[in-house]
Each structure stands twice: as structure tokens, then as C-alpha cells.
């Protein structure tokens, strides 16, 4: 097993009558990327903030490197963080920023060191050249990279990430993702992200903590959260599923890409578990998918997503065309109704 | 004024407030900065208490009587506005130079004011007062005043003041604190530059603090020439980081024992003494200040019924014996004489030895104006 | 181009009242006081037209009013923003939002009494019966503040400090607080994020707030008068009196343009000292 580099024991953080985080028993392994995801006010900020030092639990014990640190300030933690809006320093130049946590060490490093490591780590977020320049003068994906320089300079057991990409737009969102990703592999260092984006969650991930309510729903590799979700909130949570009510406060969630379509009931594949007839509501062709909204009358509404690929064997429908859906036994799971 | 040892008193504090509301220290300046005075001005027009009486019905509105430092009976200006329904805005000043200097700038909005003798024919020749018109001022007798401290207030024949009241400029100092008898200007301004030191106070005004400084040297109080006033210059010059202040409104830094001795008139040392038997007052052995002060109506101002009304309301000897008793200073008047207490009359701060008397000067018409006077009382103060 | 000449002319409205204002009350009296510098004083006193620089030659005479204004003012506004700046930190960063504006106003608070009252207190305070006779008690014998530099410094501050508080407490109160967690998680102590974070952020509010008393003092003449009792003397008591008591205007009006010009100087080099301390960008909003 790896080493465990931050670890929470029973950890729970209220603020005056709210519960925000709640016998939280998150383990971050060495070199792993790690994502926390949920939904605002889940707890996954505050649970970050524990790790930095900001906020200290009001119960349970927060270890780093098998050190407990509950209690100590965030000025003596080796860790650091990568904040929402980077919060870079507006009066400092860019070599300034990134060379502002080796300033504060002591003994602190010559200047000659600084200037070196601060070259190193503009390079490394492909800037480099820019250290004179002033925070302003940076494009918002730029100053992102700024901030992530200025972490990484210091070497930190974990590099904390907090929404890092939310202020983002869509396009520089994906390539931030890939350059992350990157960068963890190059440098080495353990990354904890907290984001509310599944998507990004999922992509960059080696493995995702879901939280809810202050609470740990599941932790796992994306691929574990999306084939076996333990409960409807993940399974709705990570991807998108549609859910048939089941006995016993239970559903049946079927993912939309699992689901086969056809024009008559003859044509779906063999070996399907569910068949239903229904009507194409409404249709939305995505390029490389269509997805279909299908009314039936056995089991209500729900979505398919057909691939490009399948066509030729499928068809395409109109909007009031008949059609025939079906599943796999397998590809239909039974889970507690959260 | 209560007397106090140790800290301060809630009743100091009161006395103090007490005294800025009575104007010793301008009350113009303090409506100005807080915007009370047109609050006031717009209060006083809307109450109907505040509305003349029938008997008045002439007179209404505001006088602004500009006056010096404890130099009038709240009392009285109480009652004339009873009477009257004419308000009363006091302001006080240290100097003729600076009533001039206002004068000079215009627009005073002044409708009384308190010149010194040798002050009245420089602001004749600038046109800056009106002649008097004695019929409206029905209780002024120029029969029964001592005509050597009215004289000044009639020129060519035409009277264009009408004298408040007399004193002399000597010195006053705390024997509780004090230890010495000084009796001469010569004593008053070592002992500054010596056992003194930190404890004294001259008047921000030229005319005294240059005059007894010439004194010192035995020149004439009233003295322009260039040579003894540069004499003079170099002893204040040589005092001032020994006084404590420079100022005209003397009396709370005496009172409070900051200050030990201070150049004083007549009235404050009557006023000091009441309270405080430790104060004693000299005339300096040789020579000083001897003056009047006057009532004028400066040109242009608004309420100009309202401003003879004061000044004969102040005279009435009835009233000007009650001033008498509130500043003490004497009166030029000799019904109001006769009205005062005997102990005020027999009293040697308002009617000082003959021989005290005879050195002493009026001041000099001359020295208001003169430039090399006004520089060097301000060379003094900037030094 | 009907709208563009239209929109010309509302600018020129919008512009007019702050126009007249600095024209007739600004430009031309500094004017007028420029004509009357070089002028002479006339025999009664006042103004009589000349051309002499002798006005100018003589300032030297007003040397120690100079002298003090330009110590004790600097001293004056440098203390005030020293006692105020813990204040606007308090109340910016440490205390609970709802009872700020209540205590901002707490500070404001004794500009609803007289200036002149106020200072009538601390004649009094000051005074051998105030402060120096409890000190006395502890041992300190025969202290005396008031009419010397240190009550006017007192002064200063106490009125002053609620000028100061505010324009600081805005540039601490917009400063973004994840700077400060940042700077911690960087390593940096408290007070080394204090040094190294929160005061360079707040100089645009310290240089306001400084720039306000700054200007008031240099022009001050209440606050010498009454707690430097005539012997702490400043340019602004030296103009009181030229104009008001030797009533020598042209003399008055070159000490007033030497004032004039020494801030003008001193604020230049000031704000460039400033802006050259703090980001361009920032400082220009304040």
C-alpha cells in the first residue's frame, strides 16, 4: 500500500450550528491525484482549509506525513495551495509572487537560488520571461499559472487546489486540465483538488472522493464511481443515469449510453434483460451522439444516448417516431434511493 | 470661579464652558465652525419668544457687540434682550490692531464695538467708524464723565465714541508660588529669564507687550524710535522661551497654576483677586499703560438702532454700575460711581496710589499704526 | 454626429458648477494673492500697489514658523497614521461586521462637538492639573505639555486620528483577505505577512489619510494657538497675524504663496514617493 500523506481521523468542523464536515476519514496517497467532488456547501472546501490550516477541526486530528498537525498554524504546514482566484499578490511582480515562499524560509535561500528556482518554475508553467511583469498585465490563465508556479516552487507535500479552474473559460478550462495533469506526472508532487465539476473531477482524477452533506459518500477510481455507484447521489453525481423506481425505496439506474434502441422490438440485440416500446419525444443530435428522450408507457420517461457509430444498425428517429429501447441485465444496477 | 486643588473639577470644567459661552473665547469663530449660527439665526426669527416686545417694537433681530475678554455682566445683556427682544452675539478680541485689522478687511458685520482711546482717531481718519448721535443715546451725560479719559473719543467736536470704562496695564503674579516682591517691569522681565521661567505670560498684544518691554529699558512706553524698539524687541525675544504663552485672555492659565504671572488690567486682577487673594497686582514703579475704552459704531453696520440701544442700555448708570461689579474695572462716569460699593472705590487695583498713577502713560495714536511696532510683535511671536 | 455634439454639450453642463468653483474661488484669489505679494504695506496697514520683492526677501524673518510647520506637521500626520492604523485594523479585520459602521461612527464621534471646545479640554488635560499631576503621582514631577510641542502633537493626533481612520480602513477593508491566507500558506508569519501584505496593500489608504491631515496641518492655526498657547508658533499663526493683527497683506500674501509652494512641493514629491511604492493601477483608484 502507499504512503498516506494527509490524513483526516474523525475529523468533524461545525461553525456555530452548522455541521460543515463530518467524521471525515480521508487518506491522500503519495504521488496520487486526487479529487474531492460535490456540490457547494458539501464540505470539501472546508475539509481542504483543514489541510492548509486555515480553519482547525472542532473534533478529531489531521495528520501530514504521519505528523499530527491539528492545531498548528498554516504558516507551518508543508503544504500549499492554489486558491479560486489565485490570489496573487497585486503589489508584488510575478518573479516576486513565485519567489515569495522561498523568501519566507529560513534560513532563507541566496539570491542567486531564488532567481534560479523562480526561473525554473515560470519555465515549467510556460512562462517564462515573465517574472518583471505585474499581476494585471496577465491573462486569467496565465495568472493561474502564475499561482500554480508559486506553490510548486516550495515543494509542498500536497498542493491543494481549491476550484482552480472555475473562473475559466470552457476552452482554457480543457487545456488547464491537460496541463495539470502534466504537470502532477513532471513534478511528481501529490495533488488534492476540490471542484464541483464532475467532468473535471473525473478527467483529471486518480481516484474521487464524492461528498455530501459533510459526509464521505464514496471514494474511488472514476471508473469504480461511474460502474458502481453506491447510492442514486453518486450515480447521479458522476455522470448522467436514468433512474426507474424500484422496491424498498430502491431504484434501477441505467446509464443512457448502456441502453439500445431500435426501430421495431425484432431488431434490438439479443440478450437484453428489459425491452418497452415508446415514442420519441424530443431529439438532440450532438455530433458524435444523438441523444433521444423516449416516452414509454411501461416505464415513463427517459434518455438515450446513441452513438454515431450505431446508426447503421439502429437508424435515426424523428421526433412521434415509434421506437424500441432495451438493456442488458448487467448494465442495470439496484441502488439505495439516497 | 471655584478654587481647586488637585485635578480638575467637574465645576472647572463647567467655569471653562461657562467662559467660552460667554465669548472669552470668540463666539463668532465658534457659530462659524460649527454652523450653529445660522441655525441660531434661523431659531431666534421662528420663536416666538425670541420676538421683540411692544414697548421695543422698533428694535429686533441680533447686535453683534465685539468686546474683549471678561469685559461685560452676562447679566445685563440678559436682561437687554429680555427687554428688547434683541439678541445679543458677543465676540471677543486681545488687540486694537486686531479690531482694526478686521475692520480694514471689511465687512465685520460689527454693530458694537470696544475701542481703546488711542485707537478712535485712526479709525476716524480710515472712515471706518460713524459719528454718534448724541440724542440717541439719552442716558450718556459728557458733563458728569472725568474728562481726561474721554477726551479722546471727541474729535473736532464731533463725539464719535463714548467712554465704557478706565484701567491700567500692570502685572500680576501668584505669591503662593512666587516668592519675590517684584515691583518694576525691570523685576517682572528678569525673573522671567530667571526663577520664572516657564510660568509667565505676556498679551498678544503690541502695544503692552512692546511698551513695558521699552519700560524695562526706562524708554517711553509710547516710544517708535527705531533703536529703543530694537532694544525692546531683543529683550522679548531673549523672554520667549521662558514664558509660558502669549496670550490676552490670561486669567484660566493663572487660575489653573500653569501660569504664575502674567501682564494684566485693571478688571482681571479685580476678577482674579475675588477669588484667588494670592493674586497680587502691581503697577510697575516705572510707569506703564494707562487708557479708556469706548463704545463705537463701526460704519456699515446692520442693525444700527439696535447698537444705540445697547450702548445706552450699558450706560444707564443703574447698568454700567452692575458692569463695574462683573469686570472690575472703573467707571468713567460719576453717577455710576456713586452707585458702586464703597469697598470697589476704596480698592487699590481699580484706584491705584497717585504716585503709581502719575508715571504712567496713555497709549499713543501712533503706535497702531506703526508698521516696525506690528513686525516685531510678530517677529516675536513667530520667534 | 447630432448625439456626440449633444452629449459635448451635457459634459460641459455636468462640468460647469466644478469649474466655476475652481475658477472664481481657487485660480483667481490664488491670482489676487500672487498680485499682492509684491506689493507694499500701506501706511494704516492693508495693501497698496508697489512692485518690490522685498516681501519675498524678508521671509527668512518667519524662518522658525516655517520651520516648526514643516517638522511638526510631517511629525503630526506621521503619529496620526502610526495611532490610527492599529484602529482601522481592528475594526477591518477583527471586528464583527455588524458592529462596524457603529464604531467607524464612534470614531467619528467628536467632530460632532466644537473643535475649539474640544481643545479647550485639553488645555485643560494638558494643563498642571490634568495629565501632569496624576503622572505626578507615579513619580514623573513637574511635567509641563501644554504650550510646547508635544501638546500640539497630542493635539494633532487626537484630532486628526478620525480623518485618518477611514480612508485606511477602506483600503483594509477592500483588501482581499485569501491574500493573507495565501501569504500564511507561503510560509509567511503573521507579522511577516503584516510587513509584507497588509501594509504595502493599505499605503494607498495611509497615503489618502496622510495627504488629508498633511494638508490640514500645514494650514493649521487653531490647533497651535490654543495648545501651543502663541509659543508653538506655525505659518498658519504667522499669516493670522500679518493679516489680522499688523495687518501687513503684501508680506501676508508672500508667506502665503511660499506655503502654497512648499506643498505643492512636498505633496508632489509625496505622492510620487507613493505611487512609486504601491501598484500604479491601485493607487490611482484611491
Not at chain 2, 512692546?210 to 519700560?215: D, P, R, T, Y
Not at chain 3, 477583527?94 to 457603529?102: E, N
Not at chain 3, 493626533?157 to 493573507?180: A, C, H, N, Q, T
Amino acid at each position: 500500500m502507499k504512503q498516506v500523506v494527509i490524513e483526516f481521523r474523525k475529523v468533524s468542523k461545525r461553525f456555530g450550528d452548522i455541521a460543515a464536515v463530518i467524521d471525515n476519514n480521508l487518506a491522500v496517497e503519495q504521488g496520487e491525484f486526487l479529487s474531492i467532488l460535490g456540490p457547494s456547501g458539501c464540505g470539501k472546501t472546508t475539509s481542504l482549509r483543514m489541510m492548509a490550516g486555515f480553519e482547525q477541526p472542532t473534533s478529531g486530528e489531521v495528520f501530514i506525513r504521519g505528523e499530527k498537525v491539528t492545531g498548528v498554524p498554516a504558516y507551518r504546514r508543508p503544504v500549499n495551495m492554489v486558491f479560486q482566484h489565485y490570489a496573487l499578490f497585486p503589489h508584488l511582480s510575478i518573479a516576486d509572487n513565485v519567489s515569495y515562499g522561498l523568501r519566507q524560509r529560513s534560513p532563507r535561500p541566496s539570491a542567486g537560488e531564488i532567481t534560479k528556482s523562480v526561473d525554473e518554475a515560470l519555465d515549467m508553467v510556460r512562462l517564462g520571461g515573465f517574472g518583471k511583469r505585474r499581476t494585471y498585465e496577465l491573462s486569467g490563465g496565465q495568472q493561474q499559472r502564475v499561482a500554480l508556479a508559486r506553490a510548486l516552487i516550495n515543494r509542498p507535500a500536497v498542493l491543494l487546489l481549491d476550484e482552480p479552474l472555475a473562473a475559466l473559460d470552457r476552452k482554457l478550462r480543457r487545456e488547464m486540465q491537460v496541463e495539470l495533469q502534466n504537470l502532477q506526472r513532471t513534478v511528481g508532487i501529490t495533488f488534492l483538488l476540490v471542484t464541483h465539476d464532475q467532468e473535471e473531477a473525473l478527467s483529471m482524477s486518480d481516484r474521487v472522493c464524492v461528498m455530501r452533506e459533510g459526509r464521505v459518500v464514496q471514494t474511488g477510481s472514476p471508473r469504480d464511481l461511474y460502474d458502481t455507484p453506491i447510492n442514486r447521489y453518486v450515480a447521479e453525481f458522476v455522470g448522467k443515469s436514468n433512474f426507474f423506481s424500484a422496491a424498498s425505496g430502491n431504484v434501477t439506474s441505467v446509464r443512457p449510453e448502456l441502453i439500445d434502441i431500435a426501430a421495431r422490438r425484432k431488431d434490438l440485440p439479443q440478450g437484453l434483460a428489459i425491452r418497452t416500446d415508446g415514442r420519441v419525444l424530443n431529439r438532440i443530435f450532438l455530433g458524435e451522439q444523438t441523444e433521444y428522450r423516449i416516452a414509454s408507457d411501461e416505464l415513463g420517461e427517459f434518455t438515450v444516448v446513441a452513438p454515431r457509430k450505431a446508426e447503421h444498425l439502429s437508424g435515426t428517429f424523428n421526433i412521434g417516431d415509434s421506437i424500441s429501447a432495451g438493456w442488458r441485465p448487467e448494465h442495470a444496477r439496484l441502488l439505495p434511493d439516497n | 470661579m471655584t478654587k481647586v486643588t488637585g485635578h480638575i473639577s467637574a465645576e472647572e470644567f463647567l467655569a471653562q464652558l461657562r467662559r467660552y459661552q460667554k465669548g472669552s473665547i470668540s463666539r463668532r469663530q465658534f457659530l462659524g465652525v460649527t454652523g450653529l449660527g445660522l441655525a441660531t439665526a434661523v431659531l431666534s426669527s421662528a420663536v416666538p419668544g425670541f420676538r421683540p416686545r411692544k414697548a421695543h417694537a422698533a428694535l429686533s433681530g441680533t447686535v453683534n457687540f465685539t468686546t474683549w475678554p471678561s469685559y461685560f455682566a452676562q447679566e445685563n445683556l440678559d436682561n437687554f434682550t429680555k427687554e428688547t427682544g434683541v439678541k445679543i452675539n458677543v465676540a471677543v478680541f486681545g488687540s486694537n490692531e486686531e479690531m482694526l485689522a478686521k475692520l480694514q478687511a471689511g465687512s465685520t458685520g460689527w454693530d458694537v464695538f470696544v475701542p481703546t482711546n488711542y485707537a478712535i482717531s485712526t479709525y476716524k481718519e480710515l472712515g471706518l467708524i460713524e459719528e454718534l448721535d448724541l440724542k440717541r443715546l439719552p442716558n450718556y451725560d459728557a458733563s458728569t464723565q472725568e474728562q481726561r479719559f474721554t477726551a479722546e473719543g471727541v474729535i473736532d467736536g464731533k463725539t464719535y465714541a463714548v467712554p465704557k470704562d478706565w484701567g491700567t496695564t500692570g502685572f500680576v503674579y501668584n505669591n503662593k508660588n512666587i516668592t519675590q516682591n517684584p515691583t518694576s517691569w525691570k523685576e517682572f522681565f528678569d525673573l522671567t529669564q530667571g526663577p520664572w521661567t516657564g510660568r509667565v505670560m505676556v498679551h498678544d498684544y503690541q502695544l503692552t507687550t512692546i511698551g513695558n518691554a521699552l519700560k524695562y529699558h526706562g524708554f517711553s512706553f509710547n516710544s517708535n524710535d527705531e533703536k529703543e524698539l530694537a532694544e525692546a524687541e531683543k529683550l522679548l525675544i531673549a523672554c520667549k522661551p521662558h514664558l509660558f504663552g502669549i496670550n490676552s485672555d490670561y486669567k484660566p492659565s493663572l487660575i489653573s497654576g500653569d501660569a504664575w504671572a502674567s501682564v494684566c488690567w485693571t478688571g482681571d486682577a479685580t476678577q482674579l483677586q475675588r477669588d484667588m487673594p494670592e493674586m497680587k497686582y502691581v503697577l510697575a514703579k516705572e510707569g506703564g499703560e494707562i487708557w479708556s475704552d469706548f463704545y463705537a459704531i463701526p460704519k456699515g453696520g446692520q442693525n444700527v438702532d439696535a447698537a444705540y440701544a445697547l450702548i445706552d442700555y450699558l450706560l444707564t448708570p443703574e447698568i454700567n454700575a452692575k458692569e463695574v461689579q462683573a469686570h472690575g474695572y472703573p467707571s468713567t462716569d460719576s453717577r455710576t460711581n456713586k452707585l458702586v460699593p464703597k469697598e470697589m472705590l476704596e480698592n487699590p487695583i481699580l484706584y491705584p496710589a497717585a504716585e503709581l498713577l502719575s508715571p504712567l502713560e496713555f497709549g499713543a495714536a501712533a503706535t497702531l499704526t506703526n508698521p516696525l511696532r506690528a513686525e516685531i510683535m510678530a517677529r516675536f511671536k513667530a520667534a | 454626429m447630432q448625439d456626440y455634439r449633444h452629449s459635448r454639450w451635457i459634459t460641459a453642463a455636468l462640468l460647469a458648477p466644478a469649474g466655476v468653483f475652481f475658477v472664481f474661488l481657487l485660480i483667481l484669489p490664488l491670482v489676487v494673492v500672487l498680485v499682492y505679494s509684491f506689493g507694499a504695506r500701506a501706511p494704516a496697514g492693508g495693501y497698496e500697489a508697489a512692485f518690490t520683492f522685498d516681501n519675498y526677501l524678508n521671509l527668512p524673518a518667519r524662518g522658525k514658523a516655517f520651520f516648526n510647520t514643516l517638522t511638526l506637521a510631517p511629525l503630526g500626520t506621521l503619529l496620526t497614521a502610526i495611532a490610527a492604523f492599529p484602529v482601522a485594523y481592528i475594526l477591518a479585520l477583527k471586528t464583527d461586521p455588524k458592529w462596524r459602521v457603529t464604531l467607524l461612527v464612534l470614531i467619528m464621534a467628536p467632530f460632532w462637538t466644537s473643535q475649539l471646545l474640544r481643545y479647550y479640554a485639553w488645555i485643560m488635560l494638558l494643563g498642571s492639573k490634568g495629565i501632569p499631576s496624576w503622572l505626578a503621582y507615579i513619580g514623573i514631577a513637574d511635567l509641563r505639555i501644554i504650550n510646547t510641542p508635544t501638546a500640539v502633537l497630542i493635539g494633532a493626533v487626537y484630532g486628526f486620528l478620525p480623518l485618518m481612520v477611514p480612508p485606511i480602513y477602506v483600503s483594509l477593508e477592500k483588501l482581499d483577505k485569501r491574500l493573507l491566507e495565501a501569504s500564511a500558506d507561503l510560509g509567511a508569519t503573521p507579522l511577516r505577512t503584516f510587513f509584507q501584505v497588509t501594509l504595502p496593500l493599505a499605503l494607498p489608504g495611509v497615503a489618502t489619510g496622510s495627504m488629508l491631515v498633511f494638508i490640514l496641518l500645514m494650514g493649521d492655526y487653531i490647533l497651535p494657538q490654543y495648545l501651543g498657547g502663541g509659543k508653538v508658533f506655525f505659518i498658519g499663526n504667522a499669516l493670522v497675524d500679518l493679516f489680522l493683527q499688523s495687518r501687513n497683506w503684501p508680506y501676508g500674501a508672500a508667506v502665503s504663496v511660499a506655503l502654497v509652494l512648499i506643498m505643492f512641493l512636498t505633496i508632489s514629491l509625496y505622492m510620487r514617493f507613493i505611487l512609486s511604492r504601491t501598484d500604479k493601477r491601485r493607487a490611482a483608484l484611491v
